[in-house]
């Protein structure tokens, strides 16, 4: 059976993929914060796109971005690793994007 972090890691993959994607292309780093909240109403996420060279241009959250962090969280809690917040960054190195995910349960 496979572990939690084989199973997120392709998840996480797409994200930052439609992060840069969804970026413009002047930009060389971005952010992307998730805030998590459980309540009677359900599971509910607000999502931020950021500019840490503080860039100005708005970012729209897309249907993969949505539909991947989604999935990240319902993965987490099937493995009882809930998360209150997830922080993506990417930033290109010499033409290739790298990320980093972090967590805050």
Known sequence: MPTLQELES???????????????DSWKKA??????TDDAA??????????PEGRHEVV???DEILEATFELRE?????????R??????????????????FAY
Request: glycine content about 6%; overall charge neutral; hydrophobic content about 45%.
């Open 42 to 51: 359900g599971l509910g996420m607000s999502h931020t796109i950021s500019s």
């Open 60 to 62: 729209s959250l897309t």
């Open 31 to 36: 952010c992307l914060e998730v805030e998590a």
């Open 85 to 102: 917040r997830v922080v993506f960054e990417i930033n290109v190195e010499t033409g290739t994007w790298h990320y980093a995910a972090r």
């Open 10 to 24: 392709p998840i996480e993959q797409r994200i930052a993929s439609a992060l840069v994607e969804a970026t413009p």
């Open 75 to 83: 993965l987490f809690r099937k493995h009882g690793k809930a998360w």
